[in-house]
């Protein structure tokens, strides 16, 4: 935690909701962690301890408190705008690599030790990666019991869990509740779904303020048929996780996401939810944002007139890299036309449940072997998205949670046809890099040319000052689609 102990008391003392997420307060004389934005009277300052993180109160032997529910917070902003090695860790840990590969595989990915990473990572989270892994698997257990009519049992081996006993302990020792009383506060109940799927419902938290404007204008212009659309005022789009398909279903409230997820494999949840997450940056703290790039006298009147944009990133980042060059150089309308004959000569075929979306746009690997008359394009640019799925697949070139976002900057530029904007869009999209700046964008250097050019304090924040100069246009991706639309 970065925050002195008299800002954080402070933020308890005055409930303030943009630090949830950044810590949690932990009460000595009640064994009780909550959020900084409890709606419960605060206790003494001498009996509160401030902790980095969930995972940290609970090996402490504290529990979450009942009423703020400190575990369904918004993430710490922290992680999506360092690019050290705790935070690429802390963005493999939120993705489930962990629950998949332990923490062995976590070490591999990252390119240190096993108890190096245990290391830096309990210095900074108070909790080691086991410990981080296994409070998600506890908020997992609680979203299946509360939403779903799973048998627990079930329930327990979705969230990674070797059994209800292990289950049954953990949630009764974060939760002060037992699986049986956590699903009574909680009906009707569903009942249960098709075999092929399994639907669960739930909020997705964020800090305030959230334009959802340009996000999911953004998301539903840009949407490749089939595998994205914007349906009753959803953004849906296909998903491919690690043990199944997934289908997911976004919508924007005043104060929170509401969301739907269909999956095949109810493991894959927690990834899902991040993934979901990281679409649209629910984990950024607007007010900061806002507040650092309104000290430019040029930008303070968009950032007014539109407070808590996001950054549309994506589910999958080597499908947004491989989208964004094969968008290079035409329109939106003709990139999502490839796309989509991509998906639907070589993707995975879907059956969806409650909508229109029929795939999920290829691999790497089978991008990397497309026949020429799947690749309809230009032979330059048909070279060079061989040459970058090639690179994805045989990870030369890494995109994932954990990229090190300067080495992938520097191997993408390696790869002949690919220059600045599709490293910087790649970099901003894929990568979630805050600081990524497209500025040889037409609508970049358009709106530059109004208010001059880009300025060294606009860092690290510059991917926002791009949703704002992009905002300056009429582009139908600022627009929030109208409510009956399908596209």
């Known amino acids: 935690m970065h925050l002195d102990t008299a800002t954080a008391l402070a933020a308890v003392r005055s409930r303030d909701a943009r630090f949830d997420g950044w810590f949690v307060t932990a009460v000595r004389s009640t064994r009780i962690y909550c959020r900084p934005s409890c709606p419960a009277t605060p206790p003494r300052a001498d009996r509160i301890d401030f902790l980095p993180s969930a995972a940290a109160a609970v090996a402490r032997g504290y529990r979450a408190c009942k009423r703020c529910l400190p575990d369904a917070t918004p993430g710490s902003p922290e992680w999506n705008v360092r690019d050290d090695l705790v935070a690429r860790a802390m963005r493999l840990i939120a993705d489930g690599v962990v629950e998949r590969e332990g923490v062995e595989g976590l070490s591999q990915r990252l ?24 409070s998600q698997r506890a908020q997992t257990a609680r979203i299946l019991i509360e939403t779903t009519a799973m ?25 002060a509740l037992t699986p049986t009383q956590l699903r009574a506060r909680r ?68 104060d929170h996401v509401a969301t739907t997820v269909w999956l095949q494999d109810v493991r894959d949840l927690q990834t ?21 790039l309104s000290a430019d006298p040029r930008l303070r009147p968009l950032i007014a007139q539109a407070p808590g944009r996001r950054v549309p990133h994506t589910t999958d980042p080597v499908e947004m890299a491989l ?111 805050p600081d990524a700046f497209p500025g040889t964008d037409l609508a970049v250097r358009r709106t530059l040319e109004r208010i001059g050019p880009p300025a060294e304090a606009w860092r690290p924040w510059r991917a926002y000052v791009t949703q704002h100069l992009w905002g300056m246009t009429d582009h139908e991706t600022n627009q929030l689609p109208p409510m009956e639309a399908i596209a």
């Not at 030790?113 to 981080?132: D, F, H, K, M, N």
């Not at 070797?162 to 020792?173: C, H």
Request: charged share 20%; glycine share 8%.
């Open 111 to 134: 390119g240190y030790s096993s108890r190096q990473i245990e290391r830096v990572v309990s210095e900074q989270l108070g909790a080691g990666p086991l410990a981080l892994a296994r």
């Open 323 to 433: 989208r964004i060059v094969l968008g290079q150089q035409i329109s939106t309308r003709a990139a999502r036309t490839h796309a989509a004959r991509l998906t639907t000569a070589l993707g995975e075929p879907v059956s969806d449940p409650a909508g229109g979306l029929t795939g999920i746009f290829p691999t790497a690997d089978v991008v990397a072997e497309a026949s020429d008359d799947v690749l309809a394009m230009p032979e330059t640019r048909k070279r060079t998205l061989r040459s970058l799925a090639r690179a994805l697949a045989e990870e030369q070139i890494d995109v994932s949670p954990g990229a090190d976002w300067t080495v992938a900057r520097e191997r993408l530029l390696g790869v002949p046809g690919i220059g600045p904007w599709s490293v910087e869009s790649i970099a901003m999209r894929a990568l979630g890099d």
């Open 272 to 292: 899902a939810v991040s993934r979901c997450r990281f679409l649209l940056d629910l984990d950024a703290d607007p007010q900061a944002v806002d507040a650092a």
């Open 187 to 254: 009906s009707p109940l569903r009942a249960a779904d098709p075999p092929a799927w399994h639907r669960i419902d739930l909020r997705l938290p964020m800090r305030l303020p959230f334009l959802p404007d340009n996000v999911f204008g953004h998301l539903a212009a840009t949407g490749v048929p089939g595998v994205e659309e914007w349906r009753d005022g959803a953004y849906r789009r296909t998903v491919r996780l690690t043990y199944g398909a997934g289908i997911v279903a976004l919508r924007p409230a005043p």
């Open 151 to 175: 048998p627990f049992a079930d329930v327990a081996f979705a969230a990674g869990f070797g059994s209800i006993r292990s289950m049954n302990d953990v949630v009764r020792t974060t939760f």
